[in-house]
């Protein structure tokens, strides 16, 4: 079945780097994503990667994929108070259309 | 830059009553779904179009519901006798889906609560 599954909550302090883990059950995955969800605005993709890729780097967002053990991570450098929001990891496969969301993981920002 | 909009942000409906909730996508973009999310829950699947018919659609989205593209711009999607469990943020999301990027862009959701 097609499931994602991360950590609820991330507590880190303003200046260090978060890292925010995810793993996924269907090994048809296509395209993997990180989505932001600001306190009542709705969701903004922030980067995505393909499945037959390692790797990806956007500025201060460094997203890893693990294909083997189905594990993804969403690395921000430098975190800022700008970055608290919950964090959606999700997925879609070769199969249909539709994009899998994981809970998401509540950022919070310590000052 | 391109965006999605929905309207309204928020609706309050009593229970039994029919709602429309608009989405006006990308421009150029083919595919078009509707999600939502239940307050503290996971982002949900309900309906995928396409070519003007529904794709894919997940066991939520019963008779109840219903979309169209009434016209070359609007997307739709419309709930006939709301229930208390319908309350929820419904998010309208347009994707280009070419051959190299699968990229669906989200509106900013529309908060529908039933009273």
């Known amino acids: 079945g097609e499931d994602v599954e991360q950590s609820l909550f991330l507590s880190v302090r303003e200046g260090d780097s978060s890292v925010i883990n995810c793993t996924y059950t269907d090994s048809s995955s296509t395209y993997l994503y990180w989505y932001k969800q600001e306190p009542g605005a709705g969701l903004q993709l922030l980067t995505y990667?393909?499945?037959?890729?390692d790797m990806k780097q956007d500025q201060r967002l460094t997203v890893l994929l693990n294909k083997k053990d189905k594990h993804l991570s969403l690395r921000i450098a430098d975190t800022q108070t700008g970055d608290s929001a919950i964090y959606f990891c999700a997925e879609t496969t070769d199969r249909d259309d539709k994009i899998i969301f994981g809970k998401g993981t509540r950022l919070h920002i310590l000052p | 830059e391109p965006e999605v909009t929905q309207t309204p942000s928020h609706q309050v409906t009593q229970m039994g009553q029919e709602v429309i909730l608009r989405c006006v996508p990308i421009?150029?973009?083919?595919?078009f779904y509707w999600y939502r999310q239940i307050l503290g829950q996971k982002v949900e699947f309900l309906v995928s179009f396409y070519n003007n018919e529904i794709s894919e659609k997940s066991e939520i989205f019963d008779d109840q519901f219903s979309v169209e593209r009434p016209d070359g711009s609007n997307f739709t999607l419309k709930i006939r006798s709301t229930k208390l469990e319908d309350s929820a943020m419904y998010f309208c999301?347009?994707?280009?889906?070419?051959?190299?990027?699968?990229?669906?862009?989200f509106g900013q959701g529309t908060r529908l609560t039933v009273v």
């Open positions: 999301a347009s994707s280009a889906r070419t051959r190299a990027k699968n990229e669906a862009f």
């Open positions: 990667i393909f499945s037959n890729m």
């Open positions: 421009s150029n973009h083919l595919y």
